[in-house]
């Protein structure tokens, strides 16, 4: 059966997805930010050396400090001579008009001088800025063809380059995602790998998720081998090259792998039934014989002309005592049930040839527990066609369903790929029972994982790292107004006395010489005065008091938390066909490698389908 992708043609841009170099999806870089600057700077004006500017200056002021001078001292020599001249004749007055003569040349001659260093220094100035505009009309011209030629440059880089797988990866386990971000991602990634390598493909969804692949790949050129489950169980030949113990092998793991802790001795018996029944069957044994000779063992009739008389016969009366088919009636009434709804299989294989890609999907139309029981089934078929093959063998994808699939069934597929070195990809619509005892054997990937249970349990796997974050910030602002008053009253009175009492005495004697007559006197006074005095001293004093303070204060404080590498957040908001593949490091940490699965974007015009170049990221 073959799938058919409405307007697909070989010329459509599809056809790039099977181009060599095996792909996760893609990656977006936008080819503005590799623009690089123009790395020339700016030419600016030379000023002027400092000499012409003093030159000039000096100049100036030369030619105003002489008019000064020579301008005052002119003028009172003039004036001098030519006073002199009204008194001593003509000769002053030719003097007076020589001496303003000279001063007027000395002006003159300063002021050329002047304008001689302006005319150097303005002819300075013309000639920086000459050689300015050259410098800056190149560096233009050069800065527009860098322009150009980083236009021409990016316009050439790609928008869209490929995500490769990890080196030295042989597993990829890659978790949610919707029913469409799924089949994307297998397209993109079937469609590489073929290129290389043949590819087996278990759908398990019951949507389907390969037909776009392969729908796809037959118009590129490789042959697609579709086996629809149970609707096209007839020609399905995943049976096909089993040998009989092989073939019992698979069965009775696929009807015990329900329970990891099955009792072993109901797995011998079963196993030592349908081993019996397969040595009796001689070697053309199929499922619908075996269910024949099962019933057979029962003693039941039976229509269906799979077996000969001889061989029923055979079966019914030789194989088993009738007293251990009594023991063994729960075993063979289990058996024939299980084996009941696939005796079909394989009973048209006929016509079909080999295939590149092999497409082995559940339909809609399966029932629950034929459903739980095929799919064992042909995760069982396709182990033992792996270890029993002798050609290069393929990589495998399984695309799980909602229901999961059981832990044993895809721990052997695991241990079958790893020890023949194939490539085994897993796809996990969910992040949960199982699937969470799987994550880490092989790299991972997550996609949009929209319960926030398997988010955690993602942001879990990342890990967490230590950062320093904002922890608070705190603005204060306060103002503060004082006011007080204070008054103050004093009186005081003072009073004293004074009591002065003097008394003074003195007497006289002179004595003539000449007449021999003297002179004899006294005088004697008494004061005695009091005085007293009264001092009234009042003093009153008010003071006021204002005081306004303000305070303004700002502080930030970082705290250091072990926070999420990846927040299951941003897990839950994905993107529908965004991708997140897992690196881990050698010291335990994690990279994440964004993508996008969406095969439309190998129709743009700016997408490569190998890795972006290490120059241009």
């Not at 003039?78 to 008009?97: D, E, I, K, P, R």
């Not at 890990?463 to 009253?489: C, I, K, M, P, Q």
């Amino acid at each position: 059966m073959t799938f058919s992708a409405p307007g697909t043609t070989p010329a459509d841009g599809f056809l790039r997805l099977f181009e060599s170099g095996q792909r996760l999806g893609w990656v977006h870089r936008d080819p503005e930010t590799l623009r690089r600057p123009f790395p020339e700077p700016e030419p600016q004006r030379q000023p002027v050396p400092v000499a012409y500017e003093n030159r000039a200056t000096a100049a100036r002021i030369a030619y105003e400090s002489r008019k000064r001078s020579v301008t005052t001292a002119g003028a009172v020599l003039a004036a001098a001579c030519f006073l002199l001249s009204l008194v001593a004749g003509g000769v002053l007055a030719l003097l007076a008009v020589v001496v303003a003569v000279v001063c007027v040349a000395l002006v003159a001659h300063a002021g050329q001088a002047a304008e001689a260093a302006d005319r150097v220094l303005d002819g300075k100035r013309t000639e920086l800025e000459g050689h300015f505009q050259y410098a800056w009309q190149g560096w233009w011209e050069r800065g527009r063809q860098h322009a150009a030629a980083q236009d021409e440059w990016t316009r050439s880089l790609p928008a869209w380059g490929a995500l490769p797988a990890l080196p030295d990866s042989r597993r990829l386990d890659v978790f949610g995602g919707s029913r469409r971000s799924r089949e994307g991602f297998l397209t993109v990634y079937g469609a590489s790998t073929l290129r290389q390598q043949p590819v087996i493909v278990i759908d398990l969804t019951r949507a389907l998720v390969c037909e776009e692949l392969a729908a796809l790949a037959e118009p590129a050129g490789f042959p697609v081998d579709v086996q629809l489950l149970p609707s096209g169980m007839a020609g399905s030949n995943i049976l096909s090259g089993l040998t009989p113990r092989e073939l019992v092998d698979t069965f009775v793991e696929a009807v015990h792998a329900e329970d990891s802790r099955a009792d072993r001795a109901a797995r011998t018996i079963d196993t030592m039934i349908l081993n019996r029944l397969c040595g009796a069957l001689g070697d053309d044994v199929t499922p619908a014989r075996l269910g024949a000779g099962l019933r057979a063992l029962m003693g039941e009739t039976d229509d269906a002309e799979v077996l000969t008389r001889t061989e029923r016969n055979r079966v019914a009366d030789e194989l088993l005592a009738d007293k251990n088919k009594d023991q063994v009636r729960d075993s063979l009434v289990r058996l024939a049930a299980f084996l009941h709804p696939l005796e079909r299989l394989g009973a048209q294989t006929t016509g079909r040839g080999s295939a590149r890609l092999t497409c082995i999907a559940l339909d809609s139309t399966a029932g629950t527990a034929g459903t739980e029981l095929l799919a064992d089934l042909m995760v069982q078929s396709v182990s033992r066609l792996l270890a029993s093959s002798r050609k290069p063998v393929p990589a495998v994808i399984v695309a799980l369903g909602e229901q999961g699939l059981q832990r044993r069934c895809l721990d052997q597929l695991a241990t079958v790929c790893e020890h023949l070195g194939v490539q085994l990809t897993f796809l996990h619509p969910h992040l949960r029972e199982g699937a969470v005892e799987m994550i880490g054997d092989g790299s991972v990937a997550f996609m949009r994982l929209g319960n926030h249970k398997e988010a955690a349990a993602a942001a879990d796997f990342l890990g967490r790292r230590h950062a320093f974050v904002l922890h608070s910030l705190t603005d204060t602002e306060g103002e503060v107004v004082n006011t007080s008053v204070a008054r103050t009253f004093g009186s005081s009175v003072s009073r004293g006395t004074t009591d002065s009492h003097s008394v003074t005495g003195g007497s006289n004697w002179n004595r003539g010489t000449q007449s021999g007559t003297g002179t004899r006197g006294g005088s004697h006074s008494r004061t005695s005065g009091t005085s007293t005095s009264t001092t009234h001293t009042t003093n009153e004093s008010t003071t006021h008091t204002t005081g306004d303070s303000r305070s303004t204060s700002t502080a930030q404080a970082e705290q250091r938390v072990y926070e999420y590498t990846v927040e299951p957040t941003r897990l839950q908001a994905l993107a529908d066909f965004g991708l997140l593949l897992v690196e881990r490091q050698p010291d335990g940490s994690a990279t994440v490698h964004p993508a996008d699965c969406n095969p439309n974007i190998a129709l743009l015009p700016r997408t490569t389908t190998q890795p972006l170049p290490p120059s241009a990221t």
